[in-house]
């Protein structure tokens, strides 16, 4: 009795077992790895977009790139990729940009409007792709003035908003921007910096309003003192992932395409002033690093305590300047992949 009785509990067990590994193999069968590099048309427009995830059951991120006309998909592929262990990334070059730009250097829509029109369209694209609800909208810098707008217009499309190097009022950052370059150039004594100091505001002055002549000329400096990326080293790998690791990238002129968009899109200058934005319906998180004096993060931070939102965060890297993504990418990828399995359960 007792021999019969061992055997079927044996049997039992057994039977658990297979039906648990039936189980699992059923699931895992039906986990499909996303990886994926096609152009989607967006405003009339055939557009690069690139997904990335170990599963699409992942929940759904889409990255906006800055500049504008500055692709960030190289840059997520070197320094970003354990994003794609908890999430499906999505990188999406502009039109008029990255690989959308070689293949149609003379996109018919460009502009700010395309831009959010573009993003909204891809946002409907992936939910329905990937049979989401809702996605995480994060925008970079330049990014970050597309996200920000479709975060107030479009909160049904999305469980939080991520802004970082969040861009806000362009005046004001300037300002502080260029009183920290003065600041700079006075400790070292470099007269000839001090001149072009007030050569690029007498411009500006002049022009009534920031021209990319005299951005690019204040991006230099803020390069020379370390007030973009604020780890010299640091720099040398962003070069590398932009121009020395992909092969799709490889005779990409970054600043050909970044001079078009801008000519393009920037018809005011770059006036930028998102301060009418009063409130939120989603949660709005910003990050900023420390020593970012190109779009400095105090003023992004003002801004934030005034802004109604259900929840609010403010992240600061201690030791990036304006890029976290590439400066502090263990701690970014860390901070992102807490916010998105948060905000999307």
Not at 41 to 48: F, H, I, V
Not at 64 to 93: A, C
Not at 120 to 133: S, V
Not at 242 to 264: I, L, N, P, R
Request: with cysteine; hydrophobic share 35%.
């Amino acid at each position: 009795m007792k021999k019969i009785l061992a055997l079927l509990i044996l049997t039992s067990l057994l039977a658990c077992t297979e039906n648990g590994n039936k189980n699992q193999n059923t699931e895992n069968e039906n986990i499909v790895n996303v990886n994926e590099k096609i152009f989607v048309k967006l405003g009339d427009e055939e557009q690069y977009v690139e997904m990335t995830g170990t599963s699409d059951q992942l929940p759904v991120l889409l990255f906006l790139h800055g500049g504008p006309g500055w692709p960030q998909t190289p840059h997520l592929r070197y320094f970003n990729d354990d994003l794609t262990k908890e999430m499906i990334v999505v990188s999406w070059d502009q039109a008029g940009c990255g690989l959308s730009y070689m293949r149609n250097p003379n996109p018919k829509n460009l502009s700010k409007e395309s831009l959010v029109n573009d993003s909204h369209e891809l946002t409907q694209y992936l939910k329905k792709k990937f049979n989401k609800e809702k996605i995480v909208l994060l925008g970079f810098s330049y990014g970050s003035v597309i996200g920000l707008k479709l975060a107030e217009k479009y909160p049904e499309d999305y469980y939080a908003y991520i802004g970082v190097s969040q861009l806000i009022d362009s005046d004001e950052n300037w300002e502080i921007s260029m009183q920290w370059l003065h600041e700079q150039a006075e400790k070292s004594r470099d007269t000839a910096d001090l001149n072009q100091l007030i050569v690029i505001e007498q411009n500006r002055k002049a022009a009534g309003q920031i021209e990319v002549d005299e951005f690019m000329d204040k991006y230099k400096l803020l390069v020379k003192y370390n007030g973009t990326i604020y780890n010299p080293e640091i720099a040398k790998e962003i070069e590398k992932a932009e121009q020395h690791t992909y092969e799709d990238y490889e005779g990409y002129d970054w600043y050909e395409a970044f001079y078009y968009t801008s000519s393009k899109v920037k018809t005011d200058g770059f006036k930028i002033d998102l301060t009418h934005i009063k409130s939120i319906d989603i949660p709005v998180i910003f990050m900023a690093g420390r020593h970012d004096w190109n779009l400095p993060g105090e003023v992004a931070e003002r801004y934030l305590e005034s802004l109604k939102a259900p929840q609010k965060e403010y992240i600061w890297f201690d030791q990036s300047g304006h890029e976290p993504p590439e400066e502090e990418p263990e701690e970014f990828n860390k901070a992102v992949i807490e916010i998105v399995k948060e905000k999307s359960r």
